[in-house]
């Protein structure tokens, strides 16, 4: 079973940047396209963008022209640069396949916090 592993998060003022990765096991990570969740207290976990195998990239309108996707196939990362985060930002933060299809056991996840 692929395990994933999030890191990167933490706590930032408004107008700050952080980046997140996220490390999966196995040999089939540079096949699937992969996606970046977060989840807010008493929120469903909602898709903040994805990145196919073919690294084409998309956004919740949300994030759209602040975070950046990216992957290293090399390294079965997954990255989520993310710049000029604001207060409704502040959630954890979870890798896994992109929709549609099944999807792997969830992480962790790394909390991201933003407040001044």
């Known amino acids: 079973q692929v395990q994933l592993v999030e890191s990167g998060g933490g706590l930032v003022q408004p107008g700050g940047s952080l980046r997140l990765s996220c490390v999966a096991s196995?040999?089939?990570?540079?096949?699937?396209?992969m996606a970046w969740y977060r989840q807010a207290p008493g929120e469903e976990r909602k898709l903040v963008a994805s990145?196919?195998?073919?690294?084409?990239?998309m956004y919740a309108d949300s994030v759209k022209g602040r975070f950046s996707i990216s992957r290293d196939n090399a390294k079965n990362t997954l990255y989520l640069q993310m710049n000029n985060l604001k207060p409704d930002d502040t959630a954890g933060y979870y890798c896994?396949?992109?929709?549609?299809?099944?999807?792997?056991?969830w992480g962790q996840g790394t909390q991201v916090t933003v407040s001044s």
């Open positions: 896994n396949k992109a929709p549609p299809g099944n999807m792997y056991y």
């Open positions: 990145i196919t195998s073919g690294f084409t990239t």
């Open positions: 196995g040999s089939l990570f540079r096949l699937n396209a």
